[in-house]
Nanobody
Framework: QVQLVESGGGLVQAGGSLRLSCAAS????????MGWFRQALGKEREFVAA????????WYADSVKGRFTISRDNAKNTVYLQMNNLKPEDTAIYYC???????????????WGQGTQVTVSS
């Protein structure tokens, strides 16, 4: 089982940028598609972005398309989420996870990190 640790969250003004990182333990990282999800206070966890095992394919929620970019470095066992033009509605705890099946189904395996808080002020 892969252990996941997110970092890079913080407080930023609307229009600003943040880069989240998710470091994975274990030698099987490259065998997993990866995804980012987020959960705002009082709301259900929602899909943000996904990336295939090789990194050649990506998938985004409509709400972040054109603003967020997911990438990975299999040599470093790390997946990233570059977030630009942030909006107050992006405020949430962001989690990374391993995925199963095609990335457009965004199906988590059940392995989650502890999350990193992103707060966007207006």
């Amino acid at each position: 089982q892969v252990q996941l640790v997110e970092s890079g969250g913080g407080l930023v003004q609307a229009g600003g940028s943040l880069r989240l990182s998710c470091a994975a333990s274990g030698r099987t990282f490259s065998s997993y598609a990866m995804g980012w999800f987020r959960q705002a206070l009082g709301k259900e966890r929602e899909f943000v972005a996904a990336i295939s095992r090789s990194g050649s394919n990506t998938w985004y929620a409509d709400s972040v398309k054109g603003r967020f970019t997911i990438s990975r470095d299999n040599a470093k066992n790390t997946v990233y989420l570059q977030m630009n033009n942030l909006k107050p509605e992006d405020t949430a705890i962001y989690y990374c996870t391993t995925l199963k099946g095609p990335i457009f189904t965004a199906t988590p395996t059940g392995s989650w990190g502890q999350g990193t808080q992103v707060t966007v002020s207006s």
